[in-house]
Every structure is written in structure tokens, then in C-alpha cells.
């Protein structure tokens, strides 16, 4: 019997199987950040350990950093204290690391594949849960906890119990207007947010292979959201085309050795899944959350919800307690919501083809008068991109706060939150209750969504810039 491309990688990397036990694995690239490594170093001082692969082990500030003020020190305390203690443990057991002011610095899951150091065929862990974004390379990738951090820096290894397997087949086209980012939330809300818990997911079908690097990266980066594992793509000529040329990419004879084993790792015909989910890429249309988690969704052209019409008990209480949270009538037209704040930013829309969708959008309008938007490069790399592009400077001539590198208003972990009761159109990957600050409330949207929420300050589309232009001509 065949096997499927997570399989492949799967069995490359065992170091031990025993019966009844799970598989060790090896580990090929180790990221880590601030906030979930302290303790994990800690660990390998009281224990007297080193850190086995520094060389495959790289560090970088993003979460707790701020993206003004840049030449200040850290004003928070608690942020300020996990930033040094990050650069004191690189420091001290020889860990690569990407500080403020480093031009690689940036949100980990943006600066890996920029540098290419992820790669097809790898396995790949951190500290973060959305490290299943580099499984748009196909690699087997997945965020670990603080003591599985520190078993991977003491041993280059990780003891996992292997998942099931399940195909995601995308067929037909995605319509003019809709992305990736609508996509995997049309998806999320169909099987809702435990549909992939226990698998490794593989997103198949042409409507994928026609998604370019980073609009994979925004599917794979989500498929944490409906309880997968991972999520992974099989590498193809779009994978090799972005890695070719980057700093840590193979070169010369090692190039097209690492290629040609590159194009063995796809799912063989004959292999079989536990789970095949099939879902029409030509019915998804700009898509947006109502609610407090993103399986909470409907099209922006929707309504809100009533939680009556929920057959299941369970999700008709958190339904209830979504709208309460969020502010929000049942049958309230999406498009009727007035929003405050806009953050265009993250790992899972913080690239350089996020930041030209948006400012191709934004070019000769003016931010909505009550409304704010933040955009927010996902490393100092894209954001000097986008400055020699002229980005920024479309950005700032529309209104918009044009920021330094980071994680930023994705979380509030940083200066960049919203305020009690304060309402934004998000372009990242969460929308729990306080996730971007206590008491915001958070809708998830794709890049153009949130360009067109911002200047008309409501939930709005592209096409409904579009109508207000032809309207006014």
C-alpha cells in the first residue's frame, strides 16, 4: 500500500519505535521566541545539559515586542524581562538569535521561510502553536509546550504518538475577490473548530496548487484553528521557485539533490486516508467571524446568526455567549457592523503579498474617519521590502499607521491592543474573547476585507469599494 506525504516524512525521521510507545522523532529545525523558552533553559541548567544542535536551533523577538518607539527600551516589565532573558539564554548556550534591530528579525513563522531554513521534508517544532504555517512547504510541522522545548533543545528530539491522516480536497476555482484567507475560514466553519483534532492534514486539489507560497502558508498557518495537528501542502514547482536563492537554501549539486528527493515527497495514488474531506473553492466568497472562535463564521454578505437556529445544545450556548461577548443582535446584516480598529499584520497575513493586496487597495482612499488602521510587516525584511516598493508611503498617505515588525495586535501580549468594548476587523488567526486586548472583540477577515473595512468603517469587501466608486462617478 502506498503512503500519503505526511507518512513519508513521518518514517524519514523516526530514531526509535518500540511497541505500545510512541515514535521519537528528529527534529530538523527548532524555532523559538520569547515567551515560551525561559523555562525550558531553565530546565537545562538545573539539569547540566547542553543545547545538542544550536546550529539547527533559531531564535527570534516577536510576541512581546513593541512596534513603536522603537530606539526606547521595553516599557512593559514583564515583556521587557522575557525579551532579555531570551538574548541571556542565546547568548549563554550558543542559540542564533534575531533581536530588535537584527534586519532577520521578525514573527518566527515570517522569518524561517524568508531565510529559507524551512524546507520540503522536514520536521519542524516551536513553541507556538501556529508553527503549522511551515507546512506549506511540505514538512511535518507543530507547536510543542514549554518541557517539550526544553526535551528538543536537550536531544534534537521528540517523542509523538503518530496522528491520522486526512485529505482536504479543494476543488474548482476561487472566484475574483476571494483568497486563501476566506478559504480556510469557509473551511473552519464547516467542520468547526475540533473537525481536524488527531489528524495530519494535507490540503490537495488544483485550487491549492494555484495558491502561491504565502497564500498557502495563510491556509496551513490556520489549520490549527479546526484542531489539526498540522497541516501540509506536497512541495511543487511554487515551493522551489520562493526557497531557490534564499540564504539557507541548498545550492549548486546539493540544490538539485535536495530537488530531486523533494519530488518523491507527494501522497502515492494508491495511498490511503482516514478522513477525505472535500470542500468547492468556487462557492467561497470574502468571508468573516461573528463570534469568539474562528469557527464562528458566515459570508461578509451573511447575517449574524441566531443561536436558535443551532441544533446542537453545546453550540447553541456558545453561540448565545459569543453574541453577548461580542456586542451583536441576532440577523444583523454583517455588512452593518461599524468597526474601530483595523490590524492588517501576523503570521498569517503579515507577508509582502498581504501588504501590495493592501495597498493596491488602499492607493487613493482615506481611512474611515472613526476608524484606525494599523499594518504591520511580519519582519524587518518585508518591511524594507515594502518601503523600497513605496508601501509605506501609500499606506501613510491613506491614513493608515504604518509600524514596526512583530506579532503586534494579534495578541495582547504587546502595547498594540484594543481597549474594553473596542471592535476590530483582524487579519490574524484568533478572536477569542480578549485575545487582542481584555474586552476586544475581534472579527477575523482576510487583507482585502480589512482594506475595505477601514475606509468605509464597517465590514465591507473590495466590491463594495467598488460600488461606492462607481456610484460617486
Same mark, same amino acid.
Given at each position: 500500500?502506498?503512503?500519503?506525504?505526511?507518512?513519508?516524512?513521518w518514517?524519514?525521521? =523516526?530514531?526509535r519505535?518500540?511497541?505500545?510507545?510512541?515514535d521519537?522523532?528528529?527534529v530538523?529545525l527548532?524555532?523559538i521566541?520569547?515567551?515560551?523558552?525561559?523555562q525550558?533553559?531553565?530546565?537545562?541548567r538545573?539539569?547540566g545539559?547542553?543545547?545538542?544542535?544550536?546550529?539547527?536551533?533559531?531564535?527570534?523577538?516577536?510576541?512581546?515586542?513593541?512596534?513603536?518607539?522603537?530606539?526606547?527600551?521595553?516599557?512593559?516589565?514583564?515583556?521587557r524581562t522575557?525579551?532579555?532573558?531570551?538574548?541571556?539564554?542565546?547568548?549563554?548556550?550558543?542559540?542564533?538569535?534575531?533581536?530588535?534591530g537584527?534586519?532577520?528579525?521578525g514573527?518566527v513563522?515570517?522569518?524561517?521561510?524568508?531565510?529559507?531554513l524551512?524546507q520540503?521534508?522536514?520536521?519542524i517544532?516551536?513553541?507556538d502553536?501556529?508553527?503549522?504555517?511551515h507546512?506549506?512547504?511540505?514538512?511535518?510541522?507543530?507547536?510543542?509546550?514549554?518541557s517539550?522545548?526544553?526535551?528538543?533543545?536537550?536531544?534534537?528530539?521528540?517523542?509523538?504518538a503518530?496522528?491520522?491522516m486526512?485529505?482536504?480536497?479543494?476543488?474548482?476555482?476561487l472566484?475574483?475577490?476571494?483568497?486563501?484567507k476566506?478559504?480556510?475560514l469557509a473551511?473552519?466553519?464547516?467542520?468547526?473548530?475540533?473537525g481536524?483534532?488527531?489528524y495530519?492534514v494535507?490540503?490537495?486539489?488544483?485550487?491549492?496548487?494555484r495558491?502561491s507560497?504565502?497564500?498557502?502558508?495563510?491556509?496551513?498557518?490556520m489549520?490549527?484553528e479546526?484542531?489539526?495537528k498540522a497541516g501540509?501542502?506536497?512541495?511543487?514547482?511554487?515551493?522551489y521557485?520562493?526557497?531557490?536563492?534564499?540564504?539557507?537554501?541548498?545550492?549548486?549539486?546539493?540544490w538539485d539533490?535536495?530537488?530531486a528527493? @523533494?519530488?518523491?515527497?507527494v501522497?502515492?495514488?494508491?495511498a490511503?486516508?482516514d478522513?477525505?474531506?472535500?470542500?468547492?473553492?468556487?462557492t467561497?466568497t470574502?468571508?468573516v467571524?461573528?463570534?469568539?472562535?474562528?469557527?464562528?463564521?458566515v459570508?461578509?454578505?451573511?447575517? =449574524?446568526?441566531?443561536?436558535?437556529?443551532f441544533?446542537?445544545?453545546?453550540?447553541?450556548?456558545?453561540?448565545?455567549?459569543?453574541?453577548?461577548y461580542?456586542?451583536?443582535?441576532?440577523?444583523?446584516?454583517?455588512k452593518?457592523?461599524?468597526?474601530?480598529?483595523?490590524?492588517?499584520?501576523s503570521?498569517?497575513?503579515?507577508?509582502?503579498?498581504?501588504?501590495?493586496?493592501?495597498?493596491?487597495?488602499i492607493?487613493?482612499h482615506?481611512?474611515?474617519?472613526?476608524?484606525?488602521?494599523?499594518?504591520?510587516?511580519g519582519? =524587518?525584511?518585508?518591511?524594507l521590502?515594502a518601503?523600497q516598493e513605496?508601501?509605506?508611503?501609500?499606506?501613510?498617505?491613506?491614513?493608515?499607521? @504604518?509600524?514596526?515588525a512583530?506579532?503586534?495586535?494579534?495578541?495582547?501580549?504587546?502595547?498594540?491592543?484594543l481597549?474594553?468594548?473596542e471592535r476590530?476587523a483582524?487579519?490574524?488567526?484568533?478572536?477569542?474573547?480578549?485575545?487582542?486586548?481584555k474586552?476586544?472583540?475581534?472579527?477575523?477577515?482576510?487583507?482585502?476585507?480589512?482594506v475595505?473595512?477601514?475606509?468605509l468603517?464597517?465590514?465591507?469587501?473590495?466590491?463594495d469599494?467598488?460600488?461606492l466608486?462607481?456610484a460617486?462617478?
Amino acid at each position: 500500500m502506498g503512503r500519503t506525504l505526511a507518512e513519508k516524512i513521518w518514517e524519514e525521521h =523516526v530514531v526509535r519505535r518500540h511497541e505500545g510507545e510512541p515514535d521519537l522523532l528528529y527534529v530538523d529545525l527548532h524555532l523559538i521566541h520569547e515567551v515560551t523558552s525561559p523555562q525550558a533553559f531553565d530546565g537545562l541548567r538545573l539539569s547540566g545539559r547542553t543545547v545538542r544542535r544550536a546550529d539547527l536551533t533559531l531564535a527570534t523577538e516577536d510576541h512581546n515586542i513593541p512596534t513603536t518607539d522603537l530606539d526606547k527600551p521595553i516599557a512593559d516589565l514583564v515583556s521587557r524581562t522575557q525579551v532579555e532573558t531570551l538574548r541571556r539564554n542565546c547568548a549563554e548556550f550558543g542559540v542564533r538569535l534575531h533581536p530588535m534591530g537584527d534586519i532577520d528579525q521578525g514573527i518566527v513563522h515570517v522569518v524561517g521561510p524568508q531565510l529559507g531554513l524551512t524546507q520540503p521534508g522536514m520536521t519542524i517544532v516551536c513553541g507556538d502553536s501556529h508553527t503549522s504555517t511551515h507546512g506549506a512547504f511540505g514538512s511535518i510541522a507543530f507547536g510543542i509546550g514549554t518541557s517539550e522545548v526544553e526535551h528538543v533543545l536537550a536531544t534534537q528530539s521528540l517523542s509523538q504518538a503518530k496522528p491520522k491522516m486526512m485529505a482536504v480536497e479543494v476543488v474548482g476555482d476561487l472566484p475574483e475577490g476571494s483568497t486563501a484567507k476566506d478559504l480556510i475560514l469557509a473551511l473552519i466553519t464547516q467542520e468547526t473548530t475540533g473537525g481536524g483534532q488527531g489528524y495530519i492534514v494535507e490540503y490537495r486539489g488544483d485550487a491549492i496548487r494555484r495558491l502561491s507560497m504565502e497564500a498557502r502558508m495563510t491556509i496551513c498557518n490556520m489549520s490549527i484553528e479546526w484542531g489539526a495537528k498540522a497541516g501540509l501542502i506536497a512541495p511543487d514547482q511554487t515551493t522551489y521557485d520562493y526557497l531557490e536563492g534564499r540564504p539557507n537554501a541548498p545550492t549548486g549539486a546539493d540544490w538539485d539533490a535536495a530537488t530531486a528527493h @523533494w519530488d518523491s515527497l507527494v501522497t502515492d495514488d494508491d495511498a490511503v486516508f482516514d478522513k477525505v474531506i472535500t470542500i468547492d473553492a468556487s462557492t467561497i466568497t470574502p468571508f468573516v467571524t461573528w463570534g469568539t472562535n474562528p469557527g464562528q463564521g458566515v459570508p461578509l454578505s451573511g447575517n =449574524v446568526p441566531d443561536p436558535a437556529s443551532f441544533e446542537d445544545e453545546n453550540e447553541r450556548v456558545a453561540a448565545e455567549n459569543a453574541l453577548t461577548y461580542m456586542g451583536l443582535t441576532a440577523g444583523t446584516p454583517m455588512k452593518d457592523i461599524d468597526v474601530d480598529t483595523v490590524f492588517i499584520g501576523s503570521c498569517t497575513n503579515g507577508r509582502i503579498e498581504d501588504l501590495r493586496v493592501a495597498a493596491r487597495l488602499i492607493e487613493g482612499h482615506t481611512v474611515a474617519k472613526d476608524t484606525r488602521i494599523l499594518v504591520v510587516p511580519g519582519s =524587518v525584511r518585508v518591511r524594507l521590502q515594502a518601503e523600497q516598493e513605496g508601501l509605506d508611503v501609500i499606506f501613510k498617505d491613506a491614513g493608515a499607521e @504604518w509600524r514596526g515588525a512583530g506579532c503586534s495586535m494579534c495578541l495582547g501580549m504587546n502595547p498594540d491592543q484594543l481597549t474594553p468594548g473596542e471592535r476590530s476587523a483582524s487579519t490574524s488567526n484568533r478572536n477569542f474573547e480578549g485575545r487582542q486586548g481584555k474586552g476586544g472583540r475581534t472579527h477575523l477577515v482576510s487583507p482585502d476585507v480589512a482594506v475595505a473595512t477601514g475606509i468605509l468603517g464597517h465590514l465591507a469587501g473590495p466590491a463594495d469599494l467598488a460600488a461606492l466608486a462607481k456610484a460617486g462617478a
